[in-house]
């Protein structure tokens, strides 16, 4: 693997750029966390994310105290916001599974550097996403009643129910997704236990390292089940955005009840949460001078991901398109006149530019490299993936088959109020995940250096 | 002549190349009890140990089965025996519908028992062991790799074990007190 790594392939950005070793890499990545003072930055960015936590917080007290009332749903579109945000969150969160599970599969070892700070991503994208249908649930505090316990009321959930699938998705999305990036974590934190002066730092990674020593046959272990969990993350990942679209697919909505729907979802999930790691990886690399690690390579790379993934979406949309016109269902012919003329359809052809025609710019080699341009695509294909969204559970609804059942969808401050605010959590979570814990996998990073390999005599 | 309050003898060595030959050679000498050390996984040092028995796999594959069977007989129990709900005159075991969820517990449980089952195999959590009494060991999660022979080994001699580390060429050998 070294030497692939060392050369290349031709005219390709190294994955590590030359001159480093064991040490280095070390004390590169752990100065971050222990030795490097809090910059002025940090806490800038970390108090804006801050604030908004707070709105989000008061739109939610608000939102407890009054009922869903407050946000714009009502009949015929119940679903507004809330399942909008869910999908979308959920959605980025694929990508830190895809890039820390699959990709470790695939043997791409470029995917060390980023893997950590994806992962870290999906979590929070994932804790993001969960809130949004307890919130929906109209009385909140009683979500336990999702899960099948016994109970007073003899009551049990509906198995037969795609929501009811969803609720066991994505918990064991979520649970699965934290114990990899945990394990992931703990060599990493024995490490900076080791490096760390300040007594305090040091007892409180000791206990998070489990006392981990590096011992040859925990490695194995190690090593054994962490490729295992990247096995069973794969199917996951994949089974997750596919529940999510069950969602809809199992519905009769025009619009919704097809089947191209889960491998159409995965796909746009994969797309927006590249888009999401390339917003994060382009500052925090120049920020916090990680230009060794996280080189053109990779920004190269996950924009390939992101094109790839994006003609798919192109192709969804084209083959949603044609079917309504194929299959000669007047209610899916009605709702595509209705998403191309119809009281959305601006949303509809904007929906078309950020997701299928700026992103054909990453066709051209230098926005694939050049850090400015690719964080801007970025941010146009996470709107398109939201705008997808809006466009799937609004045009949807808001108009099918009785006329006397349409209406409108207006979302108020505070359905933004909320929105807004998981992106201060998420972004909130990053901050405290780059200040405490090492942002690249830092054993990861060593067994890409030549000198890791064991020669033979 | 024994210590008995010695854990064992630690020797340290700068690449991993240099530890995996150490331990062929350690091993080779005789020495059952041994141990390596290292700040990332090294290709063929467990083997070079004396490691080949990894129960891991075997504790995932039993996770995902009870996991499976566990969840399809709950929705199973529910749907058709405690709780059973008529859906349009459909079965009441309707199988395509449990899959997903099927589907789900069989990963949760065989992602928490692998990586439940790494844990106590190895050990851990386990806040103090002999091994971190030896200052240099911090070097152990940087860039140095170590070899351990633990007192424990029915060859060990505290001279002669540590002549012949010596012998290995590592950059430092230090006793692991108990």
């Not at chain 1, 407890?64 to 507004?80: C, H, R």
């Not at chain 1, 990886?281 to 994006?310: C, Q, W």
Request: glycine share 8%; charged share 15%.
């Amino acid at each position: 693997m070294a030497d692939e790594i060392e050369q290349g392939e031709a005219g390709q950005a190294p994955v590590i750029e030359p001159g480093h070793t064991f040490a280095t890499i070390t004390d590169q990545i752990s100065s971050i966390v222990l030795t490097r003072p809090t910059s002025n930055g940090w806490y800038l960015g970390f108090g804006i994310a801050f604030v908004i936590v707070m709105i989000f917080l008061y739109a939610v007290g608000y939102l407890f105290l009054k009922g869903v009332g407050i946000w714009g749903v009502t009949i015929p579109i119940a679903w507004g916001f809330a399942i909008i945000n869910f999908v979308w969150w959920i959605g980025i969160g694929h990508a830190g599974t895809l890039i820390s599970a699959i990709l470790l599969l695939l043997r791409q070892s470029w995917r060390n550097s980023i893997n950590r700070f994806a992962e870290a991503m999906t979590l929070f994208a994932v804790a993001c996403a969960g809130m949004f249908p307890l919130f929906h649930l109209g009385r909140p505090w009683l979500f336990y009643w999702l899960f099948p316990y016994p109970n007073t009321m003899k009551y049990w959930p509906q198995f037969r129910s795609p929501l009811v699938w969803d609720v066991f998705a994505v918990s064991t999305y979520f649970t699965v997704s934290l114990i990899f990036w945990f394990i992931g974590l703990v060599p990493d934190l024995a490490t900076l236990r080791d490096r760390s002066d300040n007594k305090a730092a040091k007892i409180i990674y000791g206990i998070l390292a489990l006392g981990w020593r590096g011992s040859a046959r925990h490695w194995h272990r190690y090593e054994t089940a962490y490729l295992l969990l990247a096995g069973l993350a794969t199917p996951l990942v994949l089974s997750v955005h596919t529940v999510v679209s069950f969602d809809f697919a199992i519905a009769i909505v025009p619009g919704w009840h097809t089947t191209i729907f889960p491998p159409y979802f995965v796909a746009g999930a994969i797309y927006s949460g590249f888009a999401m790691v390339l917003m994060l990886a382009i500052p925090i690399r120049k920020i916090y001078g990680l230009e060794d690690f996280i080189t053109e390579r990779h920004l190269e790379n996950s924009a390939k991901v992101m094109l790839a993934t994006g003609l798919i979406v192109a192709y969804g949309y084209g083959m949603e398109a044609f079917m309504g016109w194929y299959g000669g269902n007047k209610y899916d012919l009605f709702l595509m006149w209705n998403r191309l003329h119809g009281p959305y359809h601006f949303w509809y052809y904007s929906l078309l530019a950020c997701n299928i025609f700026i992103p054909q710019l990453l066709w051209i080699r230098k926005m694939r490299t050049h850090p400015v341009y690719l964080f801007l695509i970025s941010t146009v294909v996470l709107t398109g993936m939201w705008l997808e969204r809006f466009i799937i559970v609004v045009v949807s609804l808001h108009r099918d088959f009785l006329t006397s059942s349409w209406g409108m969808y207006y979302p108020t401050r505070w359905d933004w109020a909320i929105f807004i605010g998981t992106l201060g959590f998420f972004v909130a979570c990053m901050f405290l995940f780059l200040r405490i814990l090492p942002m690249i996998s830092i054993f990861e990073m060593r067994t890409l250096l030549p000198e890791a390999e064991v020669k033979a005599e | 002549m024994k210590h008995t309050r010695n854990y064992g003898l630690l020797a340290e060595f700068d690449t991993p190349t240099h530890l995996v030959e150490a331990a062929m050679a350690t091993r080779d000498a005789g020495y059952k009890k041994i141990d390596a050390y290292s700040p990332f996984p090294v290709e063929g040092l467990a083997e070079a140990i004396g490691f080949h028995h990894d129960l891991v796999p075997l504790i995932t594959l039993i996770g995902g089965i009870l996991g499976g069977t566990g969840g399809y007989l709950m929705q199973w129990w529910i749907a058709a025996v405690s709780y059973p709900t008529n859906v349009g005159g459909r079965p009441y075991n309707s199988w395509p519908a449990f899959i997903v969820i099927t589907f789900e517990m069989t990963i949760l449980f065989a992602a928490l028992f692998s990586v439940l089952g790494m844990l106590a195999l190895n050990g851990l959590p386990m806040p103090y062991h002999p091994v971190f009494n030896v200052p240099r060991f911090a070097f152990a999660t940087k860039d140095r790799f170590f070899l351990i022979v633990f007192a424990s080994d029915a060859k060990y001699d505290a001279v002669q074990t540590r002549q012949f580390l010596e012998g290995l060429g590592p950059r430092s050998i230090s006793e692991v007190p108990d």
